[in-house]
């Protein structure tokens, strides 16, 4: 007598013979306090979506898109994961934040789901030894290599203050700066974590002014970043604000006013310069849609699952893991990708940026790369 796990495999392999569809998950915030990410995530999963089945799909098969808010919460986000799972999914793209990624990828795992994050940067979403977790990002610790050389180099014999908001990517990533700050001989006078979401942080500002703070490296998102920016302008503190990816959104500079101009920011290298992304480039700016930040890394994500699964000729998450763990280049919008053991990039790079005003008027990070 045939068993129900026999049936099922046999029911799987001939819904891939008949051209069934694939069905895929996006896990993005497109509500809650970092909604500009997940805006990010979902138009770039989609876009991707919509040129592959353009394209003839998957070897004849279509990406069956799902789409789940997880509003960049941890418990919703585990809600999110189990509906994706519910609903047959089988791959997963998202989600934005570390803490939603990590704690999602767990219930992916005991279902046999592999996920791709595009802006995950926390090490431990990839370090506990489990094969579905990826990511077209790099991590806090590379990140922060790059970041606490920069401050140590740059900003010898100056008051820095590191500051973060908690969550397993701002404080992770403010202290993997830390670490290569110390090692490279640099002395921190505040390290502080703040509370996410509050409007008044001028507790913390008298702090930093009371330090006689040149410079404070923010772990965290725009959203509060802007606010402590404002508010240290506001109370005559000039100091320099420095981060990472979490300051990449326009609206940063919506929420911090003319105070961001000269803002520090570590992130990856700007994907819409990429020669190779153009054609896709048109087709976002076709629909009103700036592939900035983490936009064309999701498009990305979405690309590298479909390789898998052609180059495969399945759709099971333990079998595309396995092919990607091989570190076989994919080419994608944001240049060529290829994967150790762990999911992670064997190539990743972090560039550093300034916030400058443009010719137009406006400020932003495009185009204004430093160097190391």
């Given at each position: ?231 240290m302008r506001d109370q005559g503190l000039n100091a320099l604000l420095a981060g990472g ?27 819409r310069r990429n020669p190779n992304a153009q054609t896709v480039i048109a087709a976002f ?88």
């Amino acid at each position: 007598m045939c068993s129900l796990a026999g049936l099922l495999l046999v029911a799987g392999a001939r819904a891939e013979e008949a051209g069934a569809p694939v069905r895929i998950g996006v896990s993005a915030g497109v509500t809650g306090p970092y909604a500009a990410f997940g805006v990010q995530l979902k138009n770039g999963a989609s876009q991707a979506i919509e040129d592959i089945n353009k394209a003839g799909g998957l070897n004849g098969r279509k990406f069956e898109p799902v789409y789940g808010d997880d509003a960049s919460d941890p418990k919703q986000g585990v809600s999110v994961a189990n509906k994706l799972v519910a609903a047959g999914v089988t791959m997963v793209v998202g989600a934005v934040a570390s803490s939603v990624s990590i704690p999602a990828s767990d219930v992916f795992l005991d279902a046999g789901i592999i996920q791709v994050t595009p802006s995950s940067t926390n090490v431990k979403f990839t370090e506990r030894g489990m094969w579905n977790t990826f990511r077209t990002c790099g991590r806090d610790d590379q990140q922060g290599v790059v970041a606490g050389a920069y401050l140590a180099d740059h900003f010898k014999g100056k008051r820095i203050a590191f500051v973060h908001d908690k969550s397993a990517y701002g404080k992770g990533l403010a202290q993997e700066t830390l670490n290569t700050f110390k090692a490279k001989g640099g002395k921190d006078v505040l390290f502080e974590g703040i509370n996410p979401g509050e409007k008044d942080y001028s507790a913390l500002v008298s702090r930093l002014k009371s330090a006689n703070v040149d410079v404070v490296y923010y772990g965290g998102f725009h959203t509060e970043a802007g606010l402590i920016l404002r508010q240290m302008r506001d109370q005559g503190l000039n100091a320099l604000l420095a981060g990472g990816d979490g300051l990449s959104p326009k609206e940063f500079v919506q929420i911090a006013g003319a105070g961001a101009e000269g803002t520090l920011m570590t992130f990856s290298p700007d994907a819409r310069r990429n020669p190779n992304a153009q054609t896709v480039i048109a087709a976002f700016k076709a629909k009103a849609i700036d592939a900035d930040a983490y936009t064309l890394y999701t498009y990305a994500a979405v690309q590298v699952l479909a390789r898998a699964v052609v180059e495969t000729g399945s759709s099971d998450g333990r079998v595309l893991a396995d092919w990607l763990h091989q570190g076989k280049t994919i080419e994608t919008v944001v240049g060529p990708i290829a994967y150790d053991k762990k999911g992670d990039l064997i190539r990743p790079d972090y560039v550093m940026y300034a916030w400058k005003k443009g010719a137009d008027g406006k400020i932003d990070y495009a185009g204004n790369e430093l160097a190391p």
